[in-house]
């Protein structure tokens, strides 16, 4: 494993744990290309899990779920 897929899992973890400090510790010092690896390996790692762990009868809720979000961010409203 690459030290930038360590730093995506590291990443992906930290957010989870909700520790903006961490997660920030992890980009620190990473240039723009890296810096899109980790956002690129975050979301699909992230996506990878929620789908092992939720299994296909909870994927859609997952997505209304998110699309509701990013809804709200669009709008200035709350989901």
């Given at each position: 494993m690459t030290?930038?897929?360590?730093?995506?899992?590291?990443?992906?973890?930290?957010?989870?744990?909700?520790?903006?400090?961490?997660?920030?510790?992890?980009?620190?010092?990473?240039?723009?290309?890296?810096l899109a690896?980790?956002?690129?390996?975050?979301?699909?790692?992230?996506?990878?899990?929620?789908?092992?762990?939720?299994?296909?009868?909870?994927?859609?809720?997952?997505?209304?779920?998110?699309?509701?979000?990013?809804?709200?961010?669009?709008?200035?409203?709350?989901?």
């Amino acid at each position: 494993m690459t030290g930038i897929n360590v730093t995506t899992y590291g990443f992906v973890v930290a957010a989870l744990r909700d520790s903006d400090a961490d997660a920030w510790a992890l980009l620190d010092g990473l240039d723009t290309n890296e810096l899109a690896q980790v956002a690129l390996g975050a979301t699909l790692a992230l996506a990878t899990a929620l789908r092992a762990y939720c299994g296909p009868e909870h994927t859609s809720q997952v997505i209304h779920t998110l699309q509701g979000f990013a809804l709200a961010d669009s709008t200035g409203g709350t989901s």
